[in-house]
């Protein structure tokens, strides 16, 4: 599926706190991150605009982030949500946040029974894809999982299998 700009669901459609703060990015970054949320699996635009506006507030209030962590969410119904966005580091994956983009899939893809919807790998590569487009991703880029250069289980086995098989999925480990 190819996406545009106008498929994300912006900040103002998720009513999105604002920012209390950014680093530019330079882009094209090189790296791109897949995670997952470890936590509410959603399909509609409704309920994954309440789960993202919830994942916000813990990363605003608990962790005492400038804003919610990740550059983009996604939804198992298809729906990508502009969090950080393509311009702004994230807060994602510790040591590569200024080189590196990240896509988080709402949900907990450790569990046995888990397994990410077919629309929301669609929607990761079609982003992917988009950002190589509008040049914010190298078209050589490297696609790792948060397991990759990380102590997490992120993005949880059942995921972690599937970006495996991707093209752009690399081995080796990452360097800046």
């Known amino acids: 599926m190819a996406y545009t ?3 994300i669901v912006a900040r103002a459609q998720w009513k999105a706190m604002d920012t209390k703060g950014s680093d530019a990015m330079k882009t094209p970054v090189k790296i791109v991150f897949v995670h997952h949320t470890a936590g509410k699996h959603t399909t509609t635009q409704q309920e994954g605009s309440e789960t993202v506006r919830a994942i916000q507030n813990f990363h605003m209030d608990d962790r005492k982030w400038d804003d919610i962590g990740y550059n983009f969410l996604v939804g198992e119904g298809g729906h990508v949500f502009e969090a950080r966005g393509w311009d702004r580091v994230g807060a994602h994956t510790k040591g590569w946040n200024g080189v590196s983009v990240a896509f988080s899939i709402m949900g907990n893809f450790e569990e046995d029974e888990s397994h990410p919807d077919i629309r929301a790998l669609k929607a990761v590569l079609g982003m992917i894809q988009l950002g190589i487009e509008m040049g914010k991703i190298s078209q ?4 790792y999982g948060h397991r990759d250069v990380g ?5 949880g086995k059942n995921l972690y299998k599937v970006i495996q098989t991707w093209d752009h999925y690399s081995q080796e480990k990452p360097t800046k």
């Open 5 to 7: 700009s106008t498929d």
């Open 140 to 143: 050589d880029y490297k696609l």
């Open 151 to 155: 102590a997490t289980a992120c993005p």
